[in-house]
């Protein structure tokens, strides 16, 4: 589509009422992953204590949930299904500091349900920038299938009141002008991308067949409502009714400032009170109790825990009676990491079409037709090292694996790391004799 003004019509019609749609919904969302909740409800005579409690009442636990989901998420290094493209295609992701910015995608992912990723050719290495759900919105004939989208379109902000509405289609990107409430449309300017192909990747965790996506944020804002209100209940019963009051009945009313000040100076707690007229009764009114509220409290948390699919010990902290230790641990977190494994799946395809995706706009011969690449990602699973070591030793001992193939996975190792301990393998003395002699190394150096 080349013509300017089927490309204004395009945006009038369907993209800027799609993208004010989308953002609207999406800001929803980001204030919520980000701690900036509804506030709860409030009695009609509030007042600034009130108020202060209402700002006291929130406690951002769907923020930490997507945070602890994102830091599960690391990609280490990509295997390719092709020998030889392993270091070129590495590098265009180093290139584009994706160790660090991966996060960002992981994160809009997680609280809108889809981020993406356009990729353009660049120098040294093609250029990747990423959008949230909220900056960027793409069409797909079918949104469930399709791998590349029809049309994609996102947003820049050049001041207040005024943005740069950008169309991507398959060969070149349009760039549009427009006011803050998306009117006042006017074509700018085009740029021919040279891809190929719509260069935008869909990251989306959870999908349906009818290409509807969902976060993490949304089936959870009920009952991070539900968990706000109870605490601004709480710390109002904590602040007006908690107290106990003692009380004197048949005393005479005090006439003066001076009376008033001496009678309250004998309710003190500490004073003994003697009391002359016998009509006269002395009581204490109990404070309201808090363990409804406390115990309200923590069931709205583990029904939080148990929506989101993450630990009870997480949400619930010093509430949970779980017990402690890495294998209680790990077997309470058995439930989130097959929930990670499903988002690594989802977003380890992501990641292999921007490789391909990466690669041919790099000109490396192979990456384009090559679908058989692997992310590998960082061991998030709770183990101890003892067990690590014991686990990987039986594999090598009882399974015949060879140590270097289970170097990998041990935790934290990175393959920089691995790379130099096949270096300082391959200069050890002990290490080339053994080889000569048509032993292992392991065995060689046992005996």
Known sequence: ?????????????????????????????????????????????????????????????????????????????????????????????????????????????????????????????????????????????????????????????????????????????????????????????????????????????EIDDEGVVMGEVEPLIPIQSNIDQTNFDRLMTQSFEAWAIRYITGMAKPQTPEETAAQKMVLERNRLLLVENPESKVGRLDGSPLNGYIEARRDSKQDLAATAQVSQKTVLGAQSNNADGAEAQAAEEASTQRKIRDYTVAFGEAHQQLFRLTGSLAGIEGAWTDYSGQVDWVNSEIRSMSQVADALGKYASQLGIPVEGLWEMIPGVTPDRIKRWKDARDKDPLAILGSALGGDDVAFRAE
């Open 1 to 205: 589509m080349t013509n300017q003004s089927d490309i204004v019509k395009l945006a009038e019609k369907t993209l800027i009422p799609l993208w004010r749609q989308e953002r609207e919904k999406q800001s929803v969302y980001r204030d919520w992953a980000r701690g900036k909740h509804v506030k709860p409800f409030k009695p009609a005579e509030a007042n600034p204590e009130l108020d202060a409690l209402l700002d006291k009442s929130t406690t951002p636990l769907i923020m930490l949930i997507v945070r602890i989901l994102a830091q599960t998420m690391e990609v280490q290094s990509y295997t390719p299904g092709v020998e030889g493209l392993k270091d070129p295609l590495w590098a265009i992701w180093q290139g584009n500091r994706m160790a660090t910015r991966q996060k960002r995608l992981y994160k809009a992912a997680l609280w809108g349900g889809q981020a993406f990723a356009l990729a353009l050719p660049g120098v040294p290495v093609p250029q990747v920038k990423l959008f949230s759900g909220r900056n960027m919105v793409a069409v797909y004939d079918d949104p469930e299938a399709d791998e590349w989208p029809q049309f994609a379109a996102y947003s820049e902000v050049v001041s207040r009141n005024a943005f740069h509405f950008c169309i991507v289609d398959d060969e070149k990107i349009h760039r549009l002008g427009m006011d803050a409430e998306g009117g006042g449309v006017a074509y700018i300017e085009e740029k021919v991308h040279g891809a190929g192909i719509l260069p935008v990747v869909r990251y989306a965790g």
